[in-house]
């Protein structure tokens, strides 16, 4: 079964493959952790909070963000944010949104609702 394939493939691109892409997915999951943790810390006070504005505004986005799929939200974010920085500046061409920044991003926003149930859950 494995007669014709070439193992040196794997080991050739072992570095990058494994060892760049283990970095770059421990530190998006480290920092959208922290940052899911604070925000979805401070929207659970805004939804326990007295004030029913503040608190239907974190519980529409707590909504919200569950009910879209993390696929549709990411691929928003890095094509349509650039142009929308574009309009909201005025340049002439798209602002630059990066992977990471973009995955990042949208990770927090997503951790943040999730970390806000249980935040609010345990409060």
């Known amino acids: 079964m494995f007669a014709n394939f070439d193992f040196d493939v794997i080991r050739r691109s072992l570095a990058y493959l494994f060892f760049d892409g283990m970095a770059f997915t421990l530190t998006l999951t480290g920092l959208a952790a922290l940052g899911g943790l604070i925000f979805g810390t401070l929207i659970a006070l805004m939804r326990l909070s007295g004030f029913r504005l503040l608190g239907r ?64 859950a345990g409060i």
């Open 57 to 120: 505004i974190a519980g529409l986005y707590v909504d919200l963000m569950r009910s879209l799929p993390l696929v549709l939200v990411i691929f928003w974010f890095y094509f349509l944010v650039p142009y929308i920085g574009q309009w909201l500046t005025g340049s002439s061409r798209p602002i630059r949104v990066g992977a990471f920044t973009s995955s990042l991003v949208t990770f927090v926003m997503f951790e943040a609702a999730y970390f806000s149930e249980i935040m609010r």
